[in-house]
């Protein structure tokens, strides 16, 4: 599963790339927040996507949110593939064919660098 942070219509998701087919057009986007809003309404269960707001708070949920992403994911991609290659209209808040890809994480908390420019500096640390 890729997961990406993408803009539709102006605004900022957290998604994962699926592949609905050959080449660039297979291409297609899940909003992991709406289609753990659509999840939540099949199953009656709660799931860790619905307060999923940006991709630190995805990556915050653990083990548990990323089943879930997992499971949506192949929700999404399953009913595209039974459609056809084509997103059906129940999963037209859900699945995008044109986004445009952000940084993965916009606003990263921390950076973490190590410098270390050759073998003999290396060794001194």
């Known amino acids: 599963m890729r997961l990406v942070t993408f803009e539709e219509a102006r605004r900022r998701r957290v998604g994962a790339v699926i592949s609905s087919g050959p080449g660039q057009r297979g291409r297609k986007v899940v909003d992991l927040q709406a289609a753990g809003r659509i ?7 709660a799931n860790r996507l619905v307060d999923v707001d940006d991709m630190i708070g995805l990556l915050s949920t653990g083990h548990t949110g990323m089943a879930d992403a997992k499971r949506a994911v192949r929700l999404a991609a399953r009913e595209i593939r039974e459609n056809g290659g084509e997103i059906p209209a129940r ?4 699945v995008f064919e044109r986004f445009r890809l952000c940084a993965p994480i916009p606003r990263p908390p921390k950076f973490v660098c190590v410098g270390l420019n050759y073998r003999d500096h290396a060794k001194e640390t």
């Open 39 to 45: 999840m939540k309404r099949r199953t009656g269960k």
């Open 91 to 94: 999963l037209g808040k859900v």
